[in-house]
């Protein structure tokens, strides 16, 4: 366990950047550091690998004062992840990734090897290996830094606003598979991040912090978002994180209905309405759902399918939240949620009537059950 | 008579060939005094650029040490120093180290300083040493600006060198004041054409050099 025990920093022109922080940084979980431009954030993570030293306070690791070894031993066991990659523009991407195995020593096989494992590992290409880091996108570059992190398989990360430079859909991409990452590894990571709806996708832990270097509060993420400290977190954590808090609800306990999915070769009697829902949907020959049709509308074994109502983005149950299945029944026209199974096959629906049943019954237990947001 | 046709009967005539006056010993001579020259110089100003740089401090000192260094005339200087010391190479190196030292001194330090933060930044926080962090991180990319700077002095000594002449040095300079006293304008055409093609054989040197030793990876921005 990290301990950041009441620290303070103070830069020599005066600016407080961090004021009495204490922090129980958690082993093999996430933790977030969040809040506005300038609260000092990379101030907080730079004091942990000794990059800025506390004016005040000290920093343990695993019960020992971290500047009890060696500066440099003490960073080669933890990897540095920073915004814009920092990789050696003179290197190719595996002379990069093995710099900090070469400097503890290993020999260029072993540690080319190790690289070319952690390649794999962060989704990158081996056909990349003899790139220069201009030869590749920023989310390459950003896969890059990660696997030269990880490259000495240190048991803590840091990571600084590793993912701000890259455009939505990389980013996605990337936090995606640094939580893939985390589960097969499990590292110590710290991350810092201004953006809060990162802090909530990838935390266990999430530490808000407010301008002065102030903590403002410290929960999981779903505590966060039910709970906020104070008007200052509620603030920070936007407008509509009643929806996004939804993500933290499973969406297993919903009750599906299969009495109106009907094949495509349905015949007559099928096409009646069934259960609760005015409409049927209507599935190929493998089970995967095609769309919405009127009961009345739709003629036995010549189904249009061309005039079918769109059934939104369907949700697999226990894997994706509450938050995905309200949303597909936001979107269908017909106010209802499709439920698929692993192979994309209607395996149920669902109105919007009875997922806010299931997320009213879910408030009134004391606590979501905290999962992988999605 | 015009220039090519001095500079060819310069270069046709076979005794300038032979002899301690002849092409080979004074292109010798003169690739000689160029080399020491720039060897001084070079140790002088990359270690102080190279250290100034990777700390970021002491820009302002170096570039008045330049300034100073570029403001005193080469030719004076050596006459102030034959008169003082007489005849040795003390006279002649001294000129064109003081020549050398700025250009390299200057793009040394730019160099290191303005490369990009962020991999100083990450190589430091995976725990490089500090003369780690200068000569495998911030020297490869600082490369072509310093070997540009390099080339730059080279070539000013190169040049200048000449002036050795005038203290009873040999070098190319031999050719072209010997050739105006004795009126000889052949001899001053061919020492000029010397001087001018040794200046062009240097950039070609400098340009093979920092073909085989910069990095692919990185781009020349500035
Ligand atoms: N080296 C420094 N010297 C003086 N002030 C600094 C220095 N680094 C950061 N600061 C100041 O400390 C505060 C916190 O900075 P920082 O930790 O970088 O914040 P964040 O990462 O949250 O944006 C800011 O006001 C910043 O201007
Ligand atoms: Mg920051």
Redesign the interface.
């Known amino acids: 366990m990290i301990r950041i025990d009441s620290v303070t920093k103070r830069y020599s022109d005066g600016t407080v950047a961090v004021d009495r922080l204490s922090l129980d940084i958690p082993d093999r979980a996430i933790t977030v550091l969040v809040g506005p431009s300038g609260c000092g954030k990379t101030t907080t993570l730079r004091m942990i690998n000794r990059m800025v030293e506390p004016s005040e306070g000290s920093i343990l690791l695993d019960g020992a004062d971290i500047r009890q070894q060696p500066v440099n031993s003490l960073r080669r066991s933890m990897g540095y992840v920073i915004q814009n990659a920092g990789l050696f523009q003179h290197r190719t991407v595996i002379d990069n990734i093995i710099t900090v195995p070469r400097l503890l020593g290993w020999s260029k096989g072993k540690a080319r090897e190790r690289a070319a494992e952690l390649m794999e590992r962060v989704g990158l290409d081996s056909s990349l290996a003899k790139r220069y880091p201009y030869q590749l996108s920023g989310g390459q570059q950003q896969r890059v830094g990660v696997a030269r992190a990880l490259a000495a398989d240190p048991p803590v990360l840091l990571m600084d606003e590793p993912f701000s430079a890259v455009d939505p859909v990389v980013r996605k991409g990337l936090q995606d598979e640094l939580l893939r990452i985390q589960d097969e590894l499990g590292k110590t990571i710290v991350f810092v991040t201004h953006d809060i709806d990162e802090a909530v996708k990838l935390g266990t832990m999430v530490a808000v912090l407010r301008t002065g270097g102030h903590l403002a509060q410290f929960a999981p993420p779903a505590e966060l978002l039910t709970a906020p400290a104070d008007p200052f977190v509620e603030d920070f954590l936007g407008a509509d994180r009643g929806i996004r808090r939804l993500s933290f609800f499973p969406s297993d306990a919903l009750e599906l209905e299969t009495g109106p999915i009907v094949p495509l070769d349905a015949d007559a009697t099928r096409l009646t309405p069934r259960g609760g829902a005015p409409y049927l949907l209507v599935t190929d020959a493998d089970g995967r759902p095609l769309g919405w049709g009127e009961p009345g509308a739709l003629t036995a074994g010549a189904i249009d399918t061309g005039r079918l109502l769109s059934h939104g983005r369907p949700f697999r149950p226990g894997t994706d939240s509450l938050r995905t299945a309200l949303d597909g029944a936001v979107l269908s026209p017909t106010g209802w949620a499709v439920a698929v199974d692993g192979e994309g096959r209607a395996v149920g629906v669902v109105s919007q009537a009875a997922i806010g049943e299931a997320i009213r019954t879910a408030h009134s237990e004391d606590r979501p059950e905290v999962t992988a947001a999605g | 008579m015009n220039v090519l046709d001095f500079a060819h009967s310069f270069f046709a005539d076979s005794a300038r060939w032979h002899g301690y006056d002849g092409i080979p010993t004074r292109l010798l001579e003169h690739v000689g005094y160029s080399l020491e020259a720039l060897a001084i110089a070079a140790l002088i100003a990359l270690p102080v650029g190279l250290i100034a740089g990777h700390l970021r401090r002491g820009g302002n000192a170096l570039s008045m040490v330049a300034t100073a260094g570029r403001a005193l005339p080469s030719f004076g200087l050596l006459v102030l120093l034959f008169i003082w010391f007489g005849f040795g190479t003390l006279p002649v190196m001294v000129p064109l180290v003081v020549l050398a030292v700025p250009p390299i001194l200057v793009t040394t330090y730019e160099a290191i300083q303005t490369v990009?933060p962020?991999?100083?930044?990450?190589?430091?926080?995976?725990?490089?040493?500090e003369p780690?962090i200068l000569f495998?991180?911030e020297l490869?990319?600082a490369l072509p600006v310093i070997l540009g700077g390099l080339r730059t002095a080279a070539v000013q000594i190169v040049s200048t060198a000449t002036i050795a002449a005038y203290v009873s040095f040999g070098g190319l300079g031999r050719y072209i004041i010997d050739g105006l006293y004795q009126k000889d304008y052949e001899k001053v055409v061919g020492g000029a054409t010397l001087v001018a093609g040794l200046a062009l054989v240097t950039l070609l040197v400098f340009w093979a050099l920092s073909k085989l030793t910069?990095?692919?990876?990185?781009?020349r921005s500035g």
């Open positions: 990009d962020s991999p100083v930044d990450a190589a430091r926080g995976m725990g490089m040493t780690r495998q991180v490869p990319v910069v990095s692919p990876g990185v781009r």
